[in-house]
């Protein structure tokens, strides 16, 4: 008994000691906890706050798809003055082409030349029949309701520049030009592939005659015939 009591002390320091680790132990966990926590807290914050950002912010919209487009056409042209030439008739085969891009498949913007081939007219100017002949050229719109698939219609509109110059067989010739106010056309490719389309188109025009002639005079002329299409 007197040993027993005689380390009761020292027992009961050690007994102390133990526990005393044992707080700091558990202390050092409950504060690593807080540490993550705090961590945990802050990463969902921020993955929180970007979120905010990005439903805030309207997306970028799509780029419009932008295509090169050409068409070399040929047909038939009948043209119609008033005048200056003694209300004259001019037959004509044009051949001519268009070059520009077709924006998000469903319009086309670009330029137009024509020129006419083995053309003739019937006029008291030339004693009889002339031989003549037309070039055109000018911008234009044509717009596609159905997109760019396999049967494509299409309406468009241009005005330019036209001039025609013309001679008989004798002596008599001459020229005049003038702005073309407006041309109407439509039409109907039909795809051969993925890139060519084939198809036919009819057109009419109003052009003012004013340089190199005495009076000013409207021309008025139709075109029909068929065009190739190159859309890559």
């Not at 780029?63 to 037959?91: C, H, I, M, W």
Request: charged residues 15%.
């Amino acid at each position: 008994m007197p040993i027993a009591t005689k380390n009761k002390p020292a027992r009961l320091i050690v007994v102390r000691r133990v526990r005393g680790r044992q707080k700091r132990h558990l202390a050092g966990f409950l504060l690593q906890c807080l540490r993550w926590r705090s961590v945990c807290i802050a990463v969902f914050a921020i993955s929180a706050a970007g979120e905010a950002r990005a439903d805030g912010v309207p997306p970028e919209p799509a780029p419009v798809p932008v295509k090169f487009e050409a068409a070399l056409r040929v047909g038939l042209g009948l043209t119609f003055d008033t005048g200056y030439l003694n209300s004259t008739s001019f037959v004509a085969m044009p051949l001519g082409g268009d070059v520009g891009i077709r924006i998000d498949g469903g319009t086309f913007v670009g330029a137009f030349f024509q020129y006419s081939l083995f053309g003739s007219r019937r006029s008291a100017f030339c004693n009889g029949t002339c031989s003549s002949n037309t070039g055109e050229a000018g911008v234009e719109v044509l717009w596609h309701p159905l997109g760019n698939g396999g049967m494509d219609p299409w309406l468009g509109l241009g005005t330019g520049y036209e001039w025609t110059t013309f001679a008989d067989s004798v002596s008599a010739s001459g020229s005049s030009s003038g702005w073309e106010i407006f041309c109407v056309q439509f039409g109907v490719d039909f795809a051969l592939g993925s890139v060519m389309k084939v198809g036919p188109y009819a057109s009419f025009s109003v052009t003012e005659y004013v340089w190199n002639v005495s009076t000013p005079f409207a021309s008025y002329g139709v075109s029909f015939g068929a065009r190739l299409v190159i859309l890559p």
